[in-house]
């Protein structure tokens, strides 16, 4: 198969991936992809260039004149956010990509938009109805881009979300009280859950 070069990995993104969108980072793009030696990323975000400069200056500009919240903390603000921003997170380059592909492990925009919330502080369980009836459980933290999938399942085999919910080994399906406050009910520790997944970044400027 030929190698995809940028302006191909633009084209396929557009017209088979349907884009994240918010504030800091415009329009975001999940897919998964082969590198030039093979190595199979999963999870990666396709962002453009543009939103996260403009963020890095704002934040510097920021943390120098002492408005920021880094300075106000520690006293090194500047530094903090510099750190931030070159020394933190997982990135790929574009020319290291040999050709990318839709990823099983990224919930559609549609099934996304049914998780309602929190279920506790710093915790959101759910379940997902499959369109073969099986029911399956979730659980995250904070990133919502990939979560990991049942064996022989992908995100498209997704017919509905149940918020709040868990599901036991059994299969069975249970559902949370909304907040709870111990990440344990009586048989929490028989559920199974697909946690988030960690992903890379790759930054295209005319994406």
């Known amino acids: 198969m030929k190698r995809q070069q940028t302006e191909d990995i633009i084209k396929f993104l557009k017209n088979n991936i349907q884009p994240l969108e918010d504030n800091a980072h415009g329009l975001s793009y999940r897919a998964s992809v082969y590198l030039t030696d093979g190595t199979f990323l999963p999870c990666v975000i396709f962002r453009n260039t543009k939103p996260v400069v403009n963020l890095a200056i704002r934040r510097f500009k920021e943390e120098q004149t002492g408005k920021g919240i880094f300075s106000r903390s520690s006293g090194f603000g500047y530094y903090e956010i510099v750190k931030t921003f070159v020394a933190h997170g997982n990135c790929i380059n574009d020319y290291d990509i040999d050709r990318v592909e839709k990823s099983r492990f990224a919930l559609p925009l549609d099934i996304q938009k049914q998780i309602r919330g929190e279920t506790t502080m710093g915790w959101t369980g759910f379940a997902t109805k ?5 029911y399956f459980g979730f659980g995250t933290t ?3 881009e990939f979560f990991q999938m049942p064996d022989g399942c992908s995100a498209d085999d997704i017919g509905e979300i149940i ?4 599901v036991l080994k059994t299969g069975e399906l249970r559902n949370h009280k909304v907040p709870f406050f111990e990440h344990h009910t ?20 005319n994406i």
């Open 130 to 134: 499959m369109k073969d009836g099986k």
């Open 142 to 144: 904070f990133h919502w």
């Open 163 to 166: 918020s709040h919910s868990y």
């Open 186 to 205: 009586d048989d929490y520790k028989d559920a199974v859950i697909h946690r988030e997944r960690p992903f890379f970044e790759c930054y295209i400027d």
